[in-house]
């Protein structure tokens, strides 16, 4: 069965993100897809300090909630992550949680199928879609998409019930993850993974 993590970066559990998601996890339901969801949730989430340790030991130095996820997230064949927006970015714990997971892990994303949303009152939704997005791009991993930019409206859970098209596109979202989710399981059967070549690291134009 295919399944799909969700991570909501608010620290509002019960929020307009977690509204957001909640309309993509009934249809996963609908499409046989299983859904786990992570909440960040409002305890501290440091940031990565890029000391290295994550390189021999295979996981983060500072064990929380990026190591308990990285195994979820191992195991899944999509990640949906939901953030709201603050200040035009999304939250601050959600980033320095991504920075850590996607940094510290080695197994591979290639071909896992991503997709953001962004819940936000008035403004600031694109420019968080974008900074989200570039988690998986980075990745080797199909980006899903919908009928609009991922993106919900409201300061609560009642306003984004009321966001009849935004509820829309996480529907439509949903069912073209899992649409694709379900293409890229056959093709891996067919084709197998496309080749990833892994030697050049080139921080200088010269090379060295
Ligand atoms: C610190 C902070 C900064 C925010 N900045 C923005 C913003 O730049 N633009 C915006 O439209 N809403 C902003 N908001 C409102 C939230 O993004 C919005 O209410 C969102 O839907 C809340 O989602 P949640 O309930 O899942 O946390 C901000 C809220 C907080 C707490």
Not at 8 to 17: I, L, M
Not at 40 to 69: H, M, Q, W, Y
Not at 184 to 207: C, H, M, N, Q, W
């Amino acid at each position: 069965m295919a399944k799909v993590l969700l991570l909501n970066g608010s620290p509002r559990a019960k929020g307009c993100t977690a509204a957001a998601l909640e309309e993509m996890i009934r249809v996963f339901r609908e499409e046989g897809v299983e859904t786990e969801l992570v909440q960040i949730g409002s305890k501290p989430v440091r940031g990565c300090i890029a000391c290295g340790g994550c390189g021999k030991l295979g996981r983060c130095v500072f064990d929380d909630l990026v190591n308990e996820t990285a195994p979820k997230f191992e195991a899944a064949d999509g990640l949906v992550i939901g953030s709201p927006v603050y200040y035009g970015s999304p939250n601050g714990s959600l980033l320095s949680f991504l920075d850590r997971l996607f940094y510290s892990t080695s197994f591979p994303k290639h071909m896992k199928v991503g997709a953001a949303v962004v819940s936000c009152r008035r403004g600031g939704n694109t420019a968080s879609f974008d900074v989200l997005n570039k988690y998986f791009t980075i990745s080797g991993m199909p980006v899903a998409s919908s009928t609009y930019w991922n993106q919900v409206h409201g300061f609560s859970a009642e306003d984004v019930r009321k966001d009849l098209e935004g509820l829309q596109t996480m529907r439509n979202l949903a069912r073209n993850m899992s649409f694709l989710i379900r293409a890229i399981a056959e093709a891996k059967e067919k084709y197998g993974l496309p080749r990833v070549e892994r030697g050049s690291f080139t921080s200088f134009p010269d090379g060295k």
